[in-house]
């Protein structure tokens, strides 16, 4: 774990806020590069768009967690600003980035399923990133593990599961599938609903290694989060489907 890479007098060098800089950067580059081979969206208009999906993402993201850690953040209310030390929820961000991207996609009068199918692969590697940000900033970890890839953060007592890294593994086997699937897609909308469907499935998954929050009938918030985006986006795809079928 190593939450400052390194500090010069009283500025620092967050691994966290550098993983998700790098996987912007990333995301971007392959992005645009695209965007110059296929022509959609225009090259130029690519960085608008991650532009508000980046804003709306990154304030629903962080909104989510303050709530979620709602009395920690009364008895320190600055902190709230410390974003540098992790404390994203990607399902708080995921809505929020829809709802910007939305708004954005119908004032620039583009297809909302086809711009959401072109951004949707760089969600997941961006997401891979942000993984591997938590894992160095020693958050989100597993429950106690015994086996020989399990890791020990400082401050527990025990090893435990690295779920950043599985989950950054997830995310990078689900972009690459994404961007070989969109070779043969059937119908608009079909790349970016598969990332929704996709990934509730392996974060449902993985919740069981990691350290419970606040349950409900025996799984997570955020599993029961996963189980109402897998159905939302079950049933758009199903909709989607059925009018080229």
Request: with cysteine; glycine share 10%.
């Amino acid at each position: 774990m190593k939450p400052v890479l390194f500090s010069i007098g009283p500025l620092h060098l967050y691994s966290y806020g550098l993983c998700i800089a790098l996987g912007l950067l990333v995301s971007l580059f392959l992005m645009r590069r695209r965007a110059l081979r296929e022509g959609f969206p225009k090259p130029d208009e690519v960085f608008d768009i991650a532009f508000v999906v980046l804003v709306w993402g990154f304030l629903g993201a962080r909104l989510f967690y303050v709530f979620q850690n709602f009395s920690y953040y009364m008895t320190e209310p600055l902190k709230v600003f410390a974003v540098w030390e992790g404390g994203l929820i990607f399902y708080g961000g995921a809505i929020a980035a829809l709802l910007g991207f939305g708004l954005a996609v119908r004032k620039k009068k583009w297809s909302f399923w086809k711009t959401l199918d072109f951004l949707a692969p760089y969600g997941a590697l961006t997401h891979a990133f942000g993984r591997i940000g938590c894992f160095l900033n020693g958050c989100c970890y597993g429950k106690v593990c015994g086996l020989p890839w399990a890791v020990r953060f400082p401050e527990l007592p025990h090893a435990v599961h690295p779920t950043q890294l599985y989950e950054a593994l997830y995310d990078v086997i689900l972009f690459a599938f994404l961007i070989q699937r969109r070779k043969q897609t059937r119908f608009e909308g079909e790349i970016g609903l598969l990332y929704f469907l996709l990934y509730g499935m392996g974060r449902f998954v993985i919740e069981f290694l990691r350290e419970p929050g606040w349950m409900w009938r025996g799984i997570t918030s955020n599993q029961w989060l996963s189980v109402a985006i897998m159905i939302v986006a079950f049933i758009f795809f199903q909709i989607r489907r059925r009018k080229v079928a």
